[in-house]
């Protein structure tokens, strides 16, 4: 029986329904979003496969191998963000390992980032040989096995001390742990930078100090898209600009006899016109015809005696590998930040919250 128009009418109609419901529940952005984080998954897992990582085939020789695979004790953390984010996820990955003494393996993905700025890892990658790490969104791979991991939150350990399943991925770094324990971690993640560019830091340091002390302040400047990221996460309200900076220059100047201060920045351009012009003001180039790379701009900033920052956890780590005292921009948004809420939970010794708010009031 040939289905009439008024049928193929009704069914087109049903069909523009679902399809709308299905955009009101999944926005376009959110859909994208999902589809990008799938590709990307996916891109990595064929770039381990053509490194030679992993290979497609099964390389257990019996069920025996497969069954030991599948009963390892393994936990690891999903990879978000870049560097910063890294050693955060790097250390609540450790701290909760430590926790529920269990072993914890770092994601390739993080693993291989870390080793740009380090000369060895504090702890072990997944055998990607063995394991399934396309990402935490695994629906499609290449891997010859895959194994479903159980999500948890990093942040639901807080009093855990026993995890029931063997594969598990850590949602989220949890900042509150990881600053509660902030020093521990510095001085591991310290001890660990590249040898190579340390030296080449210091030679570079060592042509300011011709006699006397000189007090050495980092200053790191997050501009570009954290700006916006702030914006829509946590509703900044108050952006932090040049008067920041220059109030916590001063706090420095009236603090020591003599002080030189050394800027980085995803926005030298910004910097240069807003800050330059005091003689104790420094925009250093480690190389003589390209910008500083971000291991160069990191390291130099943890070689330093004090810092100054604005947002993120890449300024956030740089001040506790550097020591000293760090003064840090607060209260800008209208939601709690999360890494502005652990250290007032914690107030690490010598950081100090400079109120933004304020400082925008002043002449």
């Known amino acids: 029986m040939v289905p009439s128009n008024s049928n193929y009418i009704f069914l087109l109609f049903v069909v523009s329904c679902i399809l709308i419901r299905m955009l009101t529940m999944f926005p376009l952005a959110g859909v994208y979003r999902y589809y990008t984080r799938i590709q990307d998954a996916r891109n990595f897992a064929t770039e381990l496969y053509e490194e030679g990582e992993f290979s ?6 019996t069920k025996a191998e ?5 009963s390892e004790i393994l936990i690891t953390i999903e990879a978000m963000g870049r560097f910063g984010n890294f050693l955060m996820e790097t250390a609540t990955l450790l701290l909760i390992g430590r926790q529920v003494n269990r072993p914890v393996h770092l994601l390739p993905q993080v693993g291989r980032k870390m080793l740009e700025f380090l000369d060895d890892l504090p702890l072990p990658m997944v055998d990607t040989r063995r394991h399934c790490v396309c990402g935490s969104d695994c629906r499609e791979c290449i891997c010859h096995t895959c194994i479903k991991w159980e999500k948890i939150k990093s942040s639901e350990f807080s009093n855990r001390t026993e995890i029931k399943s063997n594969h598990v991925l850590l949602k989220h770094y949890d900042t509150s742990r ?18 190579s560019v340390v030296s080449q830091v210091q030679n570079y340091l060592h042509q300011f100090n011709n006699s006397g002390t000189i007090e050495y302040v980092g200053v790191h400047v997050r501009r570009t898209d954290y700006i916006k990221f702030v914006k829509k996460r946590w509703q900044l309200t108050s952006p932090v600009d040049e008067r920041f900076f220059k109030h916590c220059m001063d706090y420095f100047r009236k603090r020591f006899d003599r ?7 995803d926005d030298l351009t910004w910097c240069e016109e807003k ?4 003689p104790d003001v420094y925009f250093p180039k ?9 291991q160069q701009d990191f390291t130099l900033l943890s070689q330093m005696n004090h810092s100054i920052y604005d947002y993120g956890t890449f300024g956030y780590w740089t001040a506790a590998l550097a020591g000293g005292i760090t ?3 607060s ?3 209208k939601k709690p930040e999360m890494h502005m809420e652990a250290i007032k939970q914690w107030n690490p010794k010598n950081w100090i919250l400079v109120d933004i708010p304020t400082i925008l009031k002043s002449p």
Request: charged share 30%; proline share 2%; glycine share 2%.
């Open 56 to 61: 497609t085939k099964a390389e257990f020789s």
């Open 66 to 70: 497969q069954s030991e695979a599948d």
């Open 178 to 195: 990881v600053t509660k324990n902030l020093d521990e971690m510095a001085k591991m993640f310290k001890s660990k930078l590249k040898r």
């Open 259 to 265: 002080v030189k201060f050394f800027v980085t920045s």
């Open 275 to 278: 800050l330059s012009g005091q």
């Open 286 to 294: 480690l190389n003589l015809k390209r910008k500083n790379t971000p």
């Open 327 to 329: 003064m840090v921009a």
């Open 331 to 333: 209260n800008y948004s």
